[in-house]
């Protein structure tokens, strides 16, 4: 939490993200909270009158946690898709897979509260997770390392899958039997067939 004495000046701009900072990790943390707002003006160490500066509602704050959870979503994967750098795909594919269940098998967590709550869908095309994930697999189909399937229909069922088996382990399951299986089902839906001689 930042102090008081350790306030400094900020662009608006600043101010609001540091705000939704603040948000996000106070949705990570699972914690239970009464008041939102004087949560997360604490947590940012801003006086409570500053979230209305930037924020008309809680729910105007979870659309713009919302965004920015996309968007660092949607940007790890535009740069999987772009980097010329050499990829690793199992060991990625797994890690992808791993963080999306952590993220949302968290009970009370930050994915429950912009995914599962009345917060309006996004209107910025740029932030469709599906189209990213898609541009990720159709690279990995470019190279070879993943049999040439369909890279939105493979990115909509992963994605399906994935929050089938989050929302599960959240509801108190245990976590490895799903990501064993999610790992059985990529290398055998994804890996290419082997040619018949």
Known sequence: MVTSRSRRRLSPEARRGELIDAAIRLLESGQQV???????????????????????????????????????????????AETTDPIDWWATVDAECDAALNSIAQPGGLHQAIFHTAVSPPVDDSLDIITAIARVLDRGVAEGVFRPVSPEIAATFLFAILHSAGDAISSGDQPQPWR??????????????????
């Open 180 to 197: 064993e299986a999610i790992r059985d089902l990529t290398r055998h839906w994804l890996a290419p067939r082997p040619t018949r001689g």
């Open 34 to 80: 009464t008041n939102w707002v004087q949560a997360v003006t604490a947590e940012a160490g801003s006086a409570k009158g500053t979230f209305y500066v930037y924020f008309s509602s809680w729910e105007e704050m979870l659309v713009a946690v919302r965004d920015r959870v996309l968007r660092n979503y949607v940007d790890r994967f535009r740069q999987l």
